[in-house]
């Protein structure tokens, strides 16, 4: 007897269909429901919810969004549209859209703070509640994150007040600047209570899909699962299709539904709908027979459920899917002329079979699937007439050049090209705007996006037009990380301005990419700007940035010519500067100045920059230029020795990045901080600092992070150990040494000589000394690549590079190594010194030496004291006899007892080797013979001088005497002195 309510297994019968029938997601649904009680416990996470089109993956959010709504969780849904033309951040658009509508414009308003503006910037159409907040300044690449920033902490604020489930749909759609907001909000999530859930399909993400490309840091962020959504369980697939159906299946039907669909409850559905068409036709067909008759895929299905349809309804459809996803009447009535009467009873049909479901104040297809179908089923000429019809009627209704929906009507023109070439221009005057828009809206890949296709597929037919195009187009690459194809954009504007004889124009395109260097983008670069100087620019202005632009790239080539003629242009650019009123044009001329002073020669005049950069940005509240000043500043102290001012300058920039809350300025304070750590021997903490660091230089997108973060892995291995794995992660990111550049060499010639590759790293040294050290460049790493080269030649012992390095680090014995801020390897003069012990020259090494420990000592810096005296022990161990001897076990005691306390373990294996060879050879730290040894151990013990005497069979008098002896030799006036300082050796003895 069947259950009451089902049918017999071989028939069908009349019932009401259950479209959104929910089965089996058990697994699934435990962890979303986990997920979910986290929220109440500020412990916020993200879900990725992947699968095939129809697997159930929005079915799956919904189930969640119901739930969430009972537990009173506040639900936002945003959904990404398949369709093109959407604005770009369509779906936090929606998001943020809907915050506004659940809490209001004056809680939305409290809640964002003084981010309120920098929201507003991606979401232009809410400025109308808050008119009387002024945009913010454009402030290059770091303002974007600081606007998405601005954006997490709006939502993670609203959701301490009432917990949130936000739900990002269908982010296979999504535009680039969508997926880089949600991959940082990702990172913010770990003590919030904001539960996110994306929905996306994996298998249609190609390989440069922004989401593919962040995937893997959206898992590292922490607090994210993973959950792939697949077909149904042979069970739940016949409990979905006796909901659906009204009848129990044999086992040899699931079995065959199974195979058809995979278990895809979308394809199922679909399916239950053929057979209650079938039903209506044959009131006892088989349900096998119809399983049989069922066509081979979801498409296929859902093209015969489409044409079944009426004609002039699936006319109506047509139109529709052209539209996209959503649609109002009143926009079909305007595009079709069918009257609303005859369309609502059209749409009827369509929405009784399924394939379009009612949506808020419109309709929409059922699925994305659905549309897809629709579309793809049209003829080329088909769907360019209808795309050219919506595109008129769009312009039409749109009103002034505000209200106008641009990306849309770009989208609609171009594709109405394939049939109507009088659309051209504007389907270029939109796609142009449709970028601009983009980039003042940040979204700087959706721009590319825009000028890339204005340019395939309506290019401009005036060169001059096509210039400024191109030029735009190299802007958005540049801010949206593309290096490359920005400099191609530079490169053709600047051939079409030599064309057209326009030094304005070579001028801006000589400016396109910047900040950014090396020694192949450099030469680019400079024969960019030598171009623009070859046809002067009447605008100062410009001509002023050009000139700083060439400095920068001069001093990054590594060539020494290039250097000196640096130092012409900046002194020209800094000239120019000062009549100048622009702040961006008076910090061009002092970052030219900054640029050209990079070398160690240049510290003081930069330190001077620095204090005048920061009094600039006071004058013009800028908080970019700003941070450039605290970032100088830095370096310079640090540079100098003078490491407690420079901590102090870091707290006050760290200060100032907090506020800023960009990436790039945080970068900068972490980056700093773990260098001054390292150099206080809290090595654990810079580890710490330089992860973050790394982590932060990839979320802004800043080249050099990489690269900062290995050579400090690098850096804190020569402290504690670890310095092959350091070497060979570098080794991995530069590229093999056999043929790079001098610098490389010079940098890899420490460690390779300190990991006990002599060979290799004499190859290296060759190649230096071939290349010549002029050509060790740029300028900014010359000391930390000569510090490391040191190493290399002690090792070695390479004499005639040891005098070439000696004689041009001689001038710089008051320095303190180091790059930016980086790369801090201790006193100059400890390099010096081992320099000059190479060469022999004693006397000059002790000098270098002592004042080198004395300058470690006042940095406070006791890793880099332990290194000069075991460096220093060494060269004594080499040449000296005697007092030297135990000058040099004394070094080496200090060193041994450092090196343990901060846990330098490599130090204190060699400080500890050297320490017993010089006991071996009857050396000790102390200037007592043996027989003093005795009388002052005695002293200790308390005996007086008679009875010394006795116990050492002496006179009272030479005992009295070799008291007397000792303790003017150590320097003490008492017997107590002399007996602590027997106690404190006791241990060693």
Not at 155 to 182: K, N, Q, Y
Not at 575 to 595: N, S
Not at 825 to 849: C, I, K, P
Request: hydrophobic share 45%.
């Amino acid at each position: 007897m069947c259950p009451e309510g089902s049918r017999t297994m071989g028939e069908l019968r009349t019932r009401d269909t259950t479209p959104n029938v929910f089965v089996g997601r058990k697994a699934e649904l435990k962890q979303l429901l986990a997920g979910l009680d986290g929220v109440f416990e500020r412990n916020g996470g993200l879900f990725l919810l992947s699968g095939e089109p129809g697997i159930g993956k929005t079915r799956l959010a919904e189930r969640i969004r119901l739930e969430a709504r009972t537990r009173g969780v506040a639900v936002l849904w945003g959904r990404s549209t398949q369709a093109e033309g959407a604005p770009p951040y369509w779906p936090w658009i929606q998001i943020l859209r809907s915050l506004l509508k659940d809490r209001g414009p004056e809680e939305f308003g409290r809640l964002a703070g003084p981010g309120l503006a920098q929201v507003l910037q991606i979401v232009p159409d809410l400025r109308r509640h808050f008119a009387d907040v002024s945009r913010p300044s454009v402030d290059e690449e770091t303002t974007r994150f600081g606007i998405y920033d601005s954006v997490i902490q709006l939502l993670v604020d609203a959701s301490t007040e009432r917990p949130i489930l936000l739900v990002l749909d269908d982010m296979h759609w999504a535009d680039a600047p969508s997926v880089l907001l949600l991959e940082l909000l990702a990172r913010a999530l770990a003590q919030s209570s904001l539960m996110v859930i994306v929905t996306y399909r994996d298998r249609e993400l190609p390989s440069g899909h922004p989401l593919r490309i962040h995937l893997a840091d959206l898992v590292r962020s922490g607090g994210t699962t993973e959950i792939q959504v697949l077909g149904l369980m042979q069970a739940d697939v016949a409990t979905m299709f006796r909901a659906l159906t009204g009848f129990e299946p044999e086992a040899r039907v699931v079995h065959r539904l199974l195979s058809q669909t995979a278990g895809n409850p979308f394809f199922l559905t679909e399916l239950a709908k053929t057979f209650e068409r079938e039903e209506s036709d044959s009131r006892h067909s088989s349900v096998s027979g119809a399983v049989d008759n069922v066509p081979h895929g979801v498409d296929a299905l859902l093209r015969q459920s489409i044409a079944r349809l009426p004609d002039d309804c699936r006319q109506l459809l047509q139109v529709a899917a052209v539209a996209g996803q959503d649609w109002h009447l009143d926009f079909l009535e305007a595009i079709t002329q069918v009257g609303r009467t005859r369309m609502l009873d059209l749409l009827d049909e369509a929405v009784a079979s399924g394939i379009v479901i009612r949506a808020g104040g419109g309709y929409g297809f059922a699925h994305g699937l659905v549309r897809d179908s629709v579309y793809h089923s049209l003829s080329t000429a088909r769907r360019a007439e209808l795309h050219g019809r919506i595109a008129l009627v769009l312009e039409q209704r749109s009103g002034g050049q505000s209200g106008k929906p641009v990306p849309q009507l770009a989208y609609h023109f171009i594709e109405a090209l394939e049939l109507d070439d009088s659309f051209r221009p504007k389907a270029l005057e939109y796609a142009t705007e449709a970028g601009r828009r983009a980039l003042s809206e940040l979204a700087y890949e959706e721009a590319v996006r825009m000028f890339d296709m204005a340019l395939a597929k309506a290019p401009p037919p005036d060169a001059s037009e096509r210039a400024d195009l191109v030029l735009d187009l190299g802007r958005a690459r540049y801010l949206a990380g593309d290096i490359g194809g920005a400099m191609r954009a530079a490169e053709e504007v600047s051939q079409l301005a030599e064309k057209l004889d326009d030094g304005d124009l070579l001028a801006r395109a000589a400016l396109v990419v910047r900040g950014v260097g090396g020694p192949g983008l450099s030469v680019e670069i400079k024969r960019l700007c030598n171009r623009a100087m070859r046809r002067l620019t009447d605008d100062t202005s410009l001509r002023i940035q050009v000139l700083s632009q060439l400095t920068v790239a001069l001093m990054q080539t590594g060539d020494a010519a290039d250097e000196r003629a640096a130092e012409e242009s900046s002194r020209e650019a800094a000239r120019l500067a000062e009549d100048a009123a622009d702040p961006d044009v008076i910090f061009a001329g002092i970052h030219a100045r900054q640029m050209a002073t990079s070398g160690p020669d240049g510290v003081d005049e930069r330190l001077e920059l620095a204090d005048r950069t920061l009094r600039l940005a006071q004058e013009t509240g800028r908080s970019s230029i700003a941070q450039w000043g605290h970032a100088w500043r830095i370096d310079a102290l640090i540079q100098l020795g003078r490491i407690d001012e420079a901590e102090v300058a870091l707290a006050t920039q760290a200060s100032h990045a907090e506020e800023l809350r960009q990436p790039l300025a945080r970068w900068r304070t972490l980056q700093f901080r773990s260098w001054l750590e390292l150099l206080r021997g809290r090595f654990d903490e810079a580890g710490r600092s330089a992860e973050e660091a790394r982590q932060l230089g990839r979320q802004g997108r800043h080249g050099p992070a990489e690269f900062t973060y290995l050579t400090h892995v690098l850096g804190k291995a020569t402290f504690v150990g670890g310095m092959e794995a350091g070497f060979q992660a570098m080794s991995e990111f530069i590229g093999p040494l056999a043929g790079s550049q001098t610098l490389t060499a010079a940098f890899a010639a420490g460690p390779l000589a300190m990991s006990g590759r002599l060979e290799d790293a004499g190859l290296a040294l060759r190649q230096v000394a071939a290349a010549g050290l002029d050509n060790v460049g740029p300028p900014m790493a010359w000391l930390p690549a000569m510090a490391l080269l040191t190493e290399a030649i002690t090792l070695l012992d390479d004499r005639d590079l040891a005098a070439a390095v000696y004689t041009r680090l001689r001038p710089f014995d008051r320095l303190n190594v180091s790059a930016g801020g980086a790369g801090l390897y201790g006193s100059v003069s400890r390099y010096l010194g081992m320099l000059a012990g190479t060469l022999e020259r004693w006397d000059e090494s002790v000098d270098h030496f002592e004042h080198a420990i004395e300058f470690e000592r006042l940095m406070g810096a006791p890793p880099l004291l332990v290194r000069s005296q075991i460096a220093y022990a060494e060269m004594l161990r080499k040449h000296g006899k005697g007092a030297d001897l135990r000058r040099a076990r004394q070094l080496l005691e200090s060193a041994i007892a450092t090196s343990r306390e901060l846990g330098m373990r490599p130090w204190l294996d060699r400080a500890t080797r050297l320490a017993t060879d010089l006991k071996v050879k009857g050396v000790f730290d102390h200037p007592l013979s043996n027989r003093e040894m005795e009388v002052a151990a005695l002293v200790a013990e308390g005996l007086s001088n008679r009875a010394i005497a006795t116990r050492l069979h002496l006179s009272e008098r030479t005992a009295e005497s070799h008291v007397k002896n000792v303790c003017d030799k150590l320097g003490f006036n008492s017997r107590s002195q002399l007996a602590a300082w027997i106690a404190k050796r006791s241990p060693s003895r």
